[in-house]
Structure formats: C-alpha cells, structure tokens
C-alpha cells in the first residue's frame, strides 16, 4: 500500500463539508437508519463500514436524494439540502458512483465520461440541433478538459472510444471514477470502489482516491468491505450497525473498539472465541 | 475505425463525416439528390418524396424511443396533428406554407409534451400501451370535430412557394428533401452534444443519469416534444404531399410501421432511421413489382394486401430475432470489411 | 332513470365482460409464466375462430370434433410462436418481445386475409338460442352461454393455479429463471406450456366471440381492450382478468348504450388513461420493486 499519511493542512480546522444529522429512514416497519449523525471534513477521506444490512447504502441514498429521511438533516457546505431533488445535488458538486457497475452500457467511454459533466454545461436545444456556436465550442472545451485531467490521470486513453460493455470489470470500475470526476464534485461518495478487484487492481485504486484527493482537492466519502483499504487510506471510520452509529473515529482508534468487533464477528465473548481457535492450532500442532 | 485516419484537432474528431472517402462519398450523394429529379418519372419522384417524409418521422421516432428508451405507438397521431393544422391553417387562414409547417410541428410538439407528461409515473410497456390510448384519443378527436372535418377530412390547395404552387412531385421534392436532410442533420448533431448524451443516459440507466444531474421529467417531456416536432412538420408535409386528410389518414398500423421502420433500420442511430424508412416504404413497391412479374395476372393482385401485411410482420420478427441492431449493424458490418480489406476482421 | 333497462344493460355488460375476462386470461398466462405482453392475443382468438369455421363449415365437421380441433391447432400455434419467435428472445428488452408479438399479428391477420379473404363470415350455430331472461331483463343467449363458459374456464385455471404443482413452477418461472432452473424447473417445457395453454384458451374465447358477433380479419381489434382488462386488472393476476374484464364490459355496455356505439372503445381508452395514471400496476397486480 502507497504511504498515506494525511495532508494535515487540508484535513485540519475547516467546517464540514458534509454532515448528516440524526438520520431516521424507516421502510415501512424496517427502521434502515436510526439516528444516523456525523460529519466530513473538508480533503478528508472518510469511510463508513458495518456488517451487511447494516444501512451503509441506505445512507448513500439518502445523501445522493433518493430516499427522503423521515427525520434529520443532511447538509452540504453548510446548506440543508435533505429535500432538494438528486439531480440538483449534482450541480452542487455532490457526485456518487454505485455498487454495481451504474455505466451506460450504449455509449462509449468518452461519452460516459462526457456526460458526467452534463449539469455544468449549458447548450439548449437549439444550439445542440445547429451544432455551430456554443454547442460546438463547448464540445471541444470538454473534450481537451476530459481528455487532458481525467483520461490521462486514470491512465484509460486507450480504451476512450471502446464500448463500456466491452472493458473488463476494473476497467469500468476506474470509467465510472473518471465519471464522477468529471462531474468536478466537492465531495466523491463511493459505494465499494473495490469489491471485486484483485490485489492489483485495488493498489490502482487506492492510489487514485488518494491522488483525487490530493491533486484535485476532493472530499473521499466511501462504504468499504476491504478492511485494508479503510485502514491504509482514511482519516475517520464511521461504523454502522442496524442502522445506527456505533462507533466514530481515527482508524486504528475504531479497529479496536469492542463494540466494533461485535458487531462483525457476532455477540459472544472474542476472548474465548481467540483462545478456542489457538488452542486448537496448538492441539494441531501436538 | 478506419485505418489511416488520424485526427489532429478534438473538433476534428467529433465531426460527422470524418475521412476523405466519406466526404467524397457525401458529395457524390449530393450531386445524385441533385440529379435525381431531372432524371426520375413522376412515379419514382412520387417514392423519392414519401421515403424522405418517412425518414422525417422515423427519425423523430429514433429520438424518442431508439435514444431516449421511450417506446412509443403515437407517431401516426402526431403526425396527424401536424397534418390537421397545416390543413386547417391552409384552408382557412392562407397563411404562407413555411409558417402553416412549423404551426404543425408547434401543434404536434404540444400534443407530445401531453403525452409524455405521465412518462415519469408510467414507464415502459405501460407507456406504450399509453401512448395507443393517445392515439384512439387523437383519432377520435379527428373524426368527431366540426373544425377537422369530421369522418370525411379535409382537402387543402397546393403550397404556394415564392408564388409558385407546389402541385408536382417534381416541385414538391425540391422542398421535402431539404426539410427532411435538415431534420436528419440537426438529429445527428443532438447526439453530439450534451442533450443527446442525457437521451441516451435516460434510456440505459435512468437513476444513473438522475445522479448526474440531469432532470428526468425535463429531458423525458424535451425528447417527447422534439420527436412529435419532427412528426408533426412530417405530418404537415404529408398533407401537402397528399393534398387530402381524413382521420384514416394517420391510424394505429402507420405508428407501427414507424416503429418498425427503426427496429428494421435499427434503433439508437441516426443512419437506422434512414435505412429503415426507406427499406419500409420500398418493400411494398418491391412486392408491386414482383407481382407484377407473376404469371398469375390480374387474379393474384387480390392477394397484394394481405401479402403485404404477411412480409410486414415477417420482416419485424426476422429482425428483431435474427438481426436486432437493424441495417446499420449490416452496414456497419459491411464497411468494416472494407476497411480492413485485405486484412481480414 | 329506467333501472330496468340499466339493469339489463349491466346484466350484458357483465356478461359480455366474462367474455373478455377469458380473453385476457389467455394474456395473463403468458405473461405470468414468461413476462411477455402478447399484443397478438385478439390474433389469436381469431385464428381459433377460424380453425373453427374451417373444421365445422369447410369440411363438415360435427360440432365438438371442430371445437376440439380448433383448440388443439391453435394450441399447436402456441407452441410453435415460442418456439421460434419468443424464445430466441430471451434476455432481450422487453420492448423487443413486444414487437415480435406485434409482427407476429400482423402475420396472422395477413395469412387469415390470404386463406379465408377478409370478408366477414358466420360461424355455424351450435350455442343454444332460447332467450335467457333474468327477471324482466333479456340476455342475450350466445352472450349467455358464452360467458358461462368462459366463467368456468376461469374457475378451472383459478383452481389451478393455486394447487397444482405445475401453478407453482409457472410462477417461479416468471419471477426468476435462473433460480428455477437451478430448482429442477424445465423452464423451457414451463414456457412452451404456457403459450399452448394460453393459446388454447384464446381459441375457445374466439369461437364464442365468433359465434356472437361474425368472424373476420379485424376481429383481432377485440385484443385491445383486453389489453385494457389487464391493465384494469393486473398484467399478471387471474383475479384480475377476471374482475377487469367485468368492469370493462360494463364500461363498454353502459357507454354504447347511453352514450353511442362509436363511444365505446373511447370510454375503454379513458378508462385505461386513468387506470394509468392513479395505479399503474392495475388493481391486483405486483408492482415490482426498483433496488437502488
């Protein structure tokens, strides 16, 4: 894993760029989230974990405006925006990838890419039918901006043109990161950037949340399973379980949290459970 | 992708015609749509004027349900819409012909946006059966209204044109193959833009799309109103084509064959809604023609119609079973060959 | 207000609604089993109505050997429209399916046209003609009859559905294939006895219809306001078709007769638009779930 010591000038004193506060989604009688409440600083990589069934993608959606909580507030650069509709989050610089592979299988990468940008830019109907002005102009200004920061940043120019139902799996993955990026988001909520990548492809990817955060001064908010990954690359864990907030903190200060491990491994006492398992390597052994 | 063609400019790459093969191409195309006319009889400048009106409106079509996802079985309604209001405008109004189509594309765009108002609640299938309901509304409408003329229609005078009647296919042509190339060329350059991309991103993923920023409902109701725009000027030329229209003229089957004409073409592409016009409206000809041939004579005629509608449906299940992507798949096949010849693919 | 004449208006209504019911029982089977919409189901019918006409006034057949034959030709029709045109399909967007059925009408009515001509034909009578009287009302016997039929018919698959093991299998089909599959499901047979019953079912609603109102090459328009029954209903419940074709029958009697014959499909297409718009999924069908 690349060295990950946090830039602490960006990290340090500045208002959260993100905050959810006392979030409840019930679906019918299944409470998702209870109470849900934390903050994200600015330039911070942060991670939200928990077992699953544990209200981590449910809070995803709430944030990106698919659910409505039934109570709390979820606010952006200090603005509530827990009613504003998801497609209006985007312009804020609110951007999101998903769990399993959300690409448009009918376009290419470039126009996957392309259309990330879509609430910034601003041709209408009409200039798009004529294609002389604005439309055309505006066309190659995205094309050398997309082609020049995104492309070349996550090493996919050679696959720009192909189609994204063609590319292998973290080939898409790392297209619907250059998505979201063109979307020149604040904040980036990513929804298991990793699963299903080997080792290999998951160093790519740590390396480029690290590099989007440094170089492009983005917020990382990202739902995790690979624990090496949350450990290596965040600078605060946020724990769920049932839907609740069970633990909040640095890294290591979460790891070790007994609510924590609890929760993953099961109500029981850990000790024993350890102490079961290396007596038995040792009976083995014997 | 065609080898030895490097681009050395963005702009360059996002231009349609992009090699020298395909703009010498285009320009042969030109000089023969050009030509054509002088050299044709009046029964192919008949044909030549009904494959441009119906590349119009499948092309509107593509953009609803071919980019867009939304499917569709309205097209002959607002082409009749269209159509009605050119009538109306023409024969009570004499307002000028250029004025009277754009009146008709308004007229249709409006009934499209009406549509496609419950496009967010109502999706797919439902949609389309919707969109049938609209249709038995719209035809209704036409047979029940004193100002259309009831069951009976309307018949309008030719279009006038800098003082010229427009009452030959010969003077008619000079005016629907522009119109439509035009509508054809602002369709492509949709989907080089942002809009278009927005199309496409509603009819793959929709929530997608909804993360990106982009409205749903808006995109939904502009992809409706354009694609009933281009109907509705279709429909307006047809009513100066066929200088008669009753509420016959546009029926459920003509929705169907548009919708035919882009799965057969191929749906999502701009040279699918051209080839699929065309072929559609040759195919029938083509049967004409074979008859004809036939040592049966006069007897076998009788059996034209229904044969027709036999091959009609043939033609939509072999496709869609054996070749969904259309012609232009076939096509595009076709062009790989040669530019990777001798090489093979 | 004549309540009697209402009365009976309701009375054919519903009766005639049965008809419909049966109809679009026929589409729910292939929709419950294999999530296709069957826009050829009017098609269908007719060809039933056909094979009748063939079997009963062609060749002279006694009455229940042509019914008997009907039903199993078009049944053999069923299966074989699976097998080339649907099941090729498979995995495809369901606007493809839909067109394949739309192709697959515009093949039936153009054969029908090619063999028989378009002109409208009379079956040959085998319903009993005495008048039916319920009170002071009059209903009409073919009506009658037919519905009686029909309302059995619906019983019997009602039935089923609900006990049998095969019911089950169909409707796991339905909602996932694979998983089926893995259960020891033959999700092809699944399919192919799907579109045969359905297709059978569809013959017997076209004879009746035949015998009530004439055959001809554009009895297929009957499918649309099926197609309306089962959006009233629920695309894929029994219970559905069974209660929208009722209300659509009514629908239909009560603004023919109130309003005028050419107001009838209009009323059924208003009806459809509201049924739209307030609850899309019909009044017993499942609404599917989106997951984020």
């Known amino acids: 894993m690349p060295d990950t010591t946090p830039n602490s000038d960006v990290v340090a004193l500045s208002s959260p760029v993100l905050q959810v506060d006392a979030l409840t989604l019930a679906f019918g009688g299944v409470r998702a989230l209870s109470g849900v409440g934390f903050e994200v600083k600015p330039g911070s990589i942060t991670a939200v974990i928990g077992p699953n069934g544990a209200g981590k993608t449910s809070l995803f959606n709430t944030i990106s405006g698919f659910y409505r909580p039934a109570s709390g507030r979820v606010l952006f650069e200090g603005h509530d925006i827990t009613t504003l509709p998801a497609p209006k989050r985007a312009r804020l610089g609110l951007a999101r990838s998903f769990q399993n592979i959300a690409l448009f299988r009918g376009m290419t990468v470039l126009d996957n890419i392309k259309l990330g940008r879509h609430s910034h830019l601003k041709a209408n109907v009409f200039d798009a039918l004529l294609y002389l002005g604005r439309a055309r102009r505006e066309e190659a200004e995205l094309r050398r901006d997309v082609e020049e920061r995104i492309i070349d940043f996550l090493e996919i120019d050679h696959i720009r043109h192909a189609p994204v139902s063609a590319l292998p799996y973290g080939l898409q993955k790392r297209v619907e990161m250059a998505r979201a990026l063109a979307m020149q988001p604040r904040v980036l909520m990513l929804d298991e950037p990793v699963a299903g990548m080997n080792r290999e492809e998951t160093e790519d990817m740590a390396r480029f949340i690290l590099d989007v955060r440094d170089e492009w001064g983005v917020t990382v908010l990202m739902v995790e399973h690979d624990m090496g990954m949350v450990m290596d690359l965040s600078d605060h864990v946020v724990v769920l379980n049932f839907g609740q907030v069970i633990a909040q903190g640095a890294p290591k200060q979460v790891q070790a949290d007994p609510e924590v491990i609890r929760a993953y491994l099961g109500a029981g006492d850990v000790g024993a459970l350890r102490q079961r398992l290396r007596g038995g390597a040792v009976a083995e052994a014997a | 992708m065609r080898i030895g063609t490097l681009k050395q400019s963005y702009i360059a790459d996002a231009a349609l015609f992009d090699s020298h093969t395909q703009k010498t191409w285009l320009g042969v195309g030109t000089a023969l749509l050009l030509l054509f006319p002088f050299m044709a009889s009046d029964y192919w400048l008949y044909l030549a004027c009904l494959v441009a009106i119906n590349v119009a409106s499948a092309t509107g079509l593509n953009i609803l349900t071919g980019y867009t996802g939304l499917v569709s079985l309205g097209q002959a309604a607002f082409m009749g819409l269209g159509a009605y209001t050119v009538a109306i405008m023409q024969t009570r109004l004499g307002t000028p012909f250029l004025l009277n189509l754009v009146a008709g594309g308004i007229v249709a765009m409006l009934g499209g946006l009406v549509v496609g108002i419950p496009s967010l609640r109502v999706k797919g299938l439902y949609l389309a059966i919707a969109t049938i309901a609209a249709s038995f509304i719209t035809h209704f409408l036409f047979a029940n209204l004193k100002l259309t003329g009831g069951t009976s229609g309307l018949s309008l005078p030719p279009a006038q044109l800098f003082g010229l009647a427009l009452d030959t296919s010969f003077r008619l042509y000079w005016v629907i193959v522009p119109v439509t190339l035009l509508m054809v060329l602002g369709a492509a350059n949709l989907f080089r833009t942002r809009i278009g991309r927005a199309f496409i991103a509603i009819r793959d993923r929709d929530i997608s799309a909804e993360v990106l920023g982009i409205p749903l409902l808006r995109y939904k109701l502009l992809s409706f109103g354009l694609s009933s725009f281009y109907a509705g000027v279709a429909g307006g030329l047809w009513a100066y084509f066929f200088r008669v229209v009753t509420p016959e003229s546009f029926p459920l089957l003509m929705s169907i064959f548009f919708l035919a004409a882009i799965i057969v073409g191929g749906m999502g592409t701009i040279l699918g809604g051209i080839l699929g016009a065309f072929f559609m409206t040759m195919v029938p000809e083509l049967l004409k023609l074979v008859f004809d041939l036939l040592p049966g004579g006069t007897e076998m005629t009788v059996f034209l119609s229904p044969v027709r509608t036999v091959v009609f449906g043939l033609l939509i299940v072999g496709f869609l079973v054996f070749e969904p992507h259309g012609l232009a798949e076939v096509w595009r096949r076709i062009r790989r060959f040669f530019h990777l010849w001798p090489f093979r693919s | ?292």
């Open chain 3, 1 to 292: 207000m004549d309540w009697a004449y209402l009365f009976e208006i309701a009375l054919n209504g519903v009766a005639s609604g049965g008809l419909y019911a049966l109809a679009a029982l026929a589409f729910v089977l292939v929709y419950k089993a294999t999530r296709v919409v069957n826009i050829a189901i009017g098609e269908m019918l007719m060809i039933g109505a056909y094979l009748f006409f063939a079997f009963a006034a062609s060749f002279s057949l006694p009455i229940w050997l042509a019914v008997l034959g009907a039903v199993l030709g078009t049944g053999l029709l069923g299966a074989v429209v699976e097998r080339t045109m649907i099941r090729p399909l498979l995995g495809e967007p369901p606007i493809s399916v839909f067109m394949v059925t739309v192709g697959l009408a515009s093949i039936l009515v153009g054969l029908v046209e090619i063999v028989w001509t378009a002109d409208q034909r009379r079956l040959p009578e085998f319903l009993p003609k005495t008048p039916v009287m319920i009170g002071d009302a009059f209903l009409a016997p073919k009506v009658a009859y037919g519905s009686l039929v029909a309302l059995v018919l619906i019983v019997l698959v009602l039935l089923v559905f609900r006990f049998w093991r095969g019911g089950v299998a169909l409707r796991a089909t339905a909602s996932d294939q694979a998983a089926a599959y893995s259960m020891g499901i033959n999700v092809p047979r699944v399919f192919s006895l799907a579109w045969v019953a359905s297709a059978m079912i569809a013959a017997v609603a076209g004879i009746i219809v035949g015998s009530i109102g004439g055959i001809s090459s554009s009895m297929g328009v009957f499918g649309l306001s099926v197609l309306v029954v089962v959006i009233v209903g629920g695309l894929d419940s029994v219970l559905g078709a069974l209660v929208g074709g009722v209300f659509i029958g009514l629908v239909e009697a009560l603004a023919g007769s109130y309003l005028g014959g050419e107001y009838k499909l209009l009323a059924t297409f208003v009806v459809l638009v509201g049924v739209l718009m307030i609850r899309p999924y019909g009044l017993f069908g499942t609404h599917e779930i989106e997951r984020l």
